[in-house]
């Protein structure tokens, strides 16, 4: 199985910060990664897919990046609305497998 | 709009089965593979299983070992999920999630997501 471990697991940022998650594959997966930002009681969200393509509907300061094992996701300047905790997913081979969940907290 | 709908909350005893529905509208049913994949709490998500919605494939994750079996009824647009043989690290909320094809349309990310079912197993 494709392990996805994600770092930081926590992190405390204010609104208007840049902050950026990092999803690492123990495997290469090319760009087979998706993001998903779940907030508590709700299901996850869809905000990008292949890497780097943004999900319909998904606001622009949410970008992706890489390939191979390392990847990041970046939100350029925060929202209140963007506390929330993230997943990277690999779809690159089965099982399907996500990361342990980055928690971004209001500092 | 695309909706994923699951069924309510549901309390089981240790060995005992459950089976979660999924009714899905907005779009063609039968044009896309429907996920399964929970949550135990505090826990990463994981992925269960899928059926392709068009002819009635399916796939399983080895880690739950034959206890999974997804099935569905193209007339009511609902995909089902039953797990059996359940045990106490079966409490998790099961999400149903669309899939949208990756690599060699074999594999998926997970466009949209049902609202999500508690399972709990308690003696």
């Known amino acids: 199985d494709i392990q996805m471990t994600q770092s930081p697991s926590s992190l405390s940022a204010s609104v208007g910060d840049r902050v950026t998650i990092t999803c690492r594959a123990s495997?290469?997966?090319?760009?087979?990664l998706a993001w998903y930002q779940q907030k508590p009681e709700k299901a996850p969200k869809s905000l990008i897919y292949?890497?780097?393509s943004l999900q319909s509907g998904v606001p622009s300061r949410f970008s992706g990046s890489g390939s191979g094992t390392d990847f990041t996701l970046t939100i350029s300047s925060l929202q209140p609305e963007d506390f929330a905790t993230y997943y990277c997913?690999?779809?690159?081979?089965?099982?399907?497998?996500f990361g342990q969940g980055t928690r971004l907290e209001i500092k | 709009q695309v909706q994923l709908v699951q069924s309510g909350a549901e309390v089981k005893k240790p060995g005992a089965s459950v089976k979660v529905s999924c009714k899905a509208s907005?779009?063609?049913?039968?044009?896309?593979?429907m996920h399964w994949v929970r949550q135990a709490p505090g826990q990463r998500l994981e992925w269960m299983g899928w059926?392709?919605?068009?002819?009635?494939?399916?796939k399983y994750s080895q880690n739950f070992q034959g206890r999974v079996t997804i099935t569905m009824d193209t007339s009511a647009s609902t995909a089902y999920m039953e797990l059996s043989s359940l045990r106490s690290e079966d409490t998790a909320v099961y999400y149903c999630?669309?899939?949208?094809?990756?690599?060699?349309?074999?594999?998926?990310?997970?466009?949209?997501w049902g609202q999500g079912t508690l399972v709990t197993v308690s003696s």
């Open positions: 907005g779009y063609s049913f039968t044009g896309y593979v």
């Open positions: 997913q690999q779809y690159n081979s089965y099982p399907i497998t």
């Open positions: 495997q290469g997966i090319s760009t087979w």
């Open positions: 999630a669309r899939g949208v094809r990756g690599r060699a349309d074999t594999t998926f990310y997970f466009d949209y």
């Open positions: 059926i392709n919605a068009g002819n009635g494939n399916t």
């Open positions: 292949a890497a780097s």
